[in-house]
């Protein structure tokens, strides 16, 4: 019984930054390994990022590796995606994601190990 509420999307031009923002309820956070996905219309739901209950590992998709960064603050309850050098390539809702376990990284990237969503927010990039 998770509640993910993620903040801080909206219009960027391209070049630009934006840092978007998870909190989740409960006391069970720090136990949790948390990811970043995105979806854009008539696309699937796409990896970007997770991070592990620690923040000891990380891994990223390809197309944001090197601009985008995820970190967590566990005694605040949030997960943060960093993103910069924004394209209209990256023009997505994007959703925060909590799961219980993982196994394997392959496993941390696939949206169904995820137990818990957000209701995801809205990154708009202009050309």
């Known amino acids: 019984q998770v509640r993910l509420v993620e903040s801080g999307g909206g219009l960027v031009q391209a070049g630009g930054s934006l840092r978007l923002s998870c909190v989740a309820s409960?006391?069970?956070?720090?136990?949790?390994?948390m990811a970043w996905f995105r979806q854009a219309p008539g696309k699937e739901r796409e990896f970007v990022a997770t991070?592990?209950?620690?923040?000891?590992?990380?891994a990223y998709a390809d197309s944001v590796k090197d601009r985008f960064s995820i970190s967590r603050d566990n005694a605040k309850n949030t997960v943060y995606l960093q993103m910069n050098t924004l394209n209209p390539e990256d023009t997505a809702l994007y959703y925060c994601?909590?799961?219980?376990?993982?196994?394997?990284?392959?496993?941390?990237?696939?949206?169904?190990?995820?137990?818990?969503w957000g209701q995801g927010t809205q990154v708009t990039v202009a050309s």
């Open positions: 994601a909590a799961a219980a376990r993982t196994q394997t990284a392959w496993e941390r990237q696939a949206p169904l190990k995820y137990n818990y």
């Open positions: 409960g006391d069970t956070f720090g136990q949790y390994q």
């Open positions: 991070v592990s209950p620690s923040a000891l590992s990380t």
